[in-house]
């Protein structure tokens, strides 16, 4: 298992390898310069260096081009995203542990409510993000800034901060001038989005499997079960990894949708008149002869992912025409 952290503050790296090593993992870290001011680049390449004497494998990406003008932190973000991933394509790896901790979410909580979220942006960051491919894991947000500073100053180990992180030019850190938070997270990693991700979990363990094809197949009567809410975060949760886009559907598509999969069906001849689309992703209603019961195929759309996998002809059709797109 080969693990890859991805480090713009070098403070978690030490951390993030003891707990990859302590599940058998190996870890490469990934050091991001956004190039976004002078010393960007040295700072860097001392991460690498501090990285590598305590044995664990750096390389640094570099965001190069023109940097907009406004909008500069969410490009960086976008930008930074990219290049982790490319590199993680290039190195096969699946596991990228990123390492926001429990004071960053507290921050994120914080600023989400000042922009009036809703539930959703107020239960935090999650833990794990699948995505078409790599994996996002989040391994320290229980974990405060202080315990991950003391761990660092009992082992003798050394590290960075990067100044960005008091740069008033970005929200993130006006946030954290006003008013430091702690770990102000309700519950700390017992908190809102943990819940919610174990509610998630146990929802797709009852209604979700896969095909050796990559398709996800939905129990239609499982899916019913859930209640609203749950059905549209687990069907965002689905066409997240099978589409293989950035971001989940909006809500109100995810919950149009959802609807749509827990609506009663009308046995037609063919299966097609109730496929739809929805976050590059396909969606089918079929039935299985052996049981009579109701599945929902999900596989990326045509001319996506390049990959075109097929509804197999065991699954009968069933439906009524409507709507064919929803995104």
Same mark, same amino acid.
């Given at each position: 298992?080969?693990?890859?952290?991805?480090?713009?503050?070098?403070?978690?790296?030490?951390?993030?390898?003891?707990?990859?090593?302590?599940?058998?993992?190996?870890?490469?870290?990934?050091?991001?310069?956004?190039?976004?001011?002078?010393?960007?680049?040295?700072?860097?390449?001392?991460?690498?260096?501090?990285?590598?004497?305590?044995?664990?494998?750096?390389?640094?990406?570099?965001?190069?081009?023109?940097?907009?003008?406004?909008?500069?932190?969410?490009?960086?973000?976008?930008?930074?995203?990219?290049?982790?991933?490319?590199?993680?394509?290039?190195?096969?790896?699946?596991?990228?542990?990123?390492?926001?901790?429990?004071?960053?979410?507290?921050?994120?909580?914080?600023?989400?409510?000042?922009?009036?979220?809703?539930?959703?942006?107020?239960?935090?960051?999650?833990?794990?993000?699948?995505?078409?491919?790599?994996?996002?894991?989040?391994?320290?947000?229980?974990?405060?800034?202080?315990?991950?500073?003391?761990?660092?100053?009992?082992?003798?180990?050394?590290?960075?901060? /990067?100044?960005?992180?008091?740069?008033? @030019?970005? $929200? &993130? =850190?006006?946030? *954290?001038? !006003? +008013? %430091?938070?702690?770990?102000?997270?309700?519950?700390?990693?017992?908190?809102?989005?943990?819940?919610?991700?174990?509610?998630?979990?146990?929802?797709?363990?009852?209604?979700?499997?896969?095909?050796?094809?990559?398709?996800?197949?939905?129990?239609?009567?499982?899916?019913?079960?859930?209640?609203?809410?749950?059905?549209?975060?687990?069907?965002?949760?689905?066409?997240?990894?099978?589409?293989?886009? /950035?971001?989940?559907?909006?809500?109100? @598509?995810? $919950? &149009? =949708?959802?609807? *749509?999969? !827990? +609506? %009663?069906?009308?046995?037609?001849?063919?299966?097609?008149?109730?496929?739809?689309?929805?976050?590059?992703?396909?969606?089918?209603?079929?039935?299985?002869?052996?049981?009579?019961?109701?599945?929902?195929?999900?596989?990326?759309?045509?001319?996506?992912?390049?990959?075109?996998?097929?509804?197999?002809?065991?699954?009968?059709?069933?439906?009524?025409?409507?709507?064919?797109?929803?995104?």
């Amino acid at each position: 298992m080969r693990l890859t952290p991805e480090h713009d503050r070098p403070i978690d790296a030490a951390t993030t390898h003891d707990w990859a090593a302590a599940r058998g993992g190996r870890v490469v870290a990934l050091i991001v310069d956004h190039g976004l001011r002078s010393g960007s680049g040295e700072e860097a390449a001392a991460t690498s260096v501090l990285l590598e004497s305590l044995g664990i494998a750096a390389v640094v990406l570099r965001w190069s081009g023109t940097k907009p003008r406004s909008g500069l932190q969410a490009a960086a973000r976008t930008e930074r995203y990219r290049l982790l991933s490319d590199e993680c394509r290039r190195g096969g790896l699946l596991h990228l542990l990123l390492a926001h901790h429990a004071d960053d979410q507290a921050e994120t909580v914080t600023m989400r409510a000042a922009r009036g979220s809703g539930p959703d942006g107020l239960a935090g960051m999650a833990a794990l993000v699948e995505r078409a491919d790599v994996r996002l894991l989040r391994p320290l947000l229980g974990v405060p800034r202080a315990r991950l500073t003391a761990t660092l100053l009992a082992r003798g180990v050394p590290w960075i901060d /990067d100044p960005s992180n008091a740069d008033l @030019r970005f $929200e &993130r =850190a006006r946030f *954290r001038a !006003a +008013a %430091p938070l702690g770990t102000a997270v309700p519950g700390g990693e017992y908190g809102l989005r943990a819940l919610d991700e174990r509610r998630l979990a146990q929802a797709a363990v009852e209604t979700l499997e896969f095909d050796q094809a990559g398709r996800a197949i939905i129990d239609q009567a499982g899916f019913c079960r859930l209640d609203e809410g749950l059905q549209a975060k687990l069907l965002s949760r689905v066409v997240l990894a099978i589409g293989g886009r /950035d971001h989940a559907p909006r809500r109100d @598509r995810a $919950e &149009r =949708a959802a609807r *749509r999969l !827990a +609506a %009663p069906a009308a046995h037609g001849k063919s299966g097609k008149a109730q496929d739809f689309t929805l976050s590059a992703c396909r969606l089918a209603l079929r039935q299985v002869p052996s049981t009579c019961r109701l599945r929902w195929i999900v596989w990326p759309e045509s001319g996506r992912n390049g990959r075109q996998p097929l509804v197999p002809a065991e699954f009968f059709a069933c439906g009524r025409p409507a709507a064919s797109h929803l995104d």
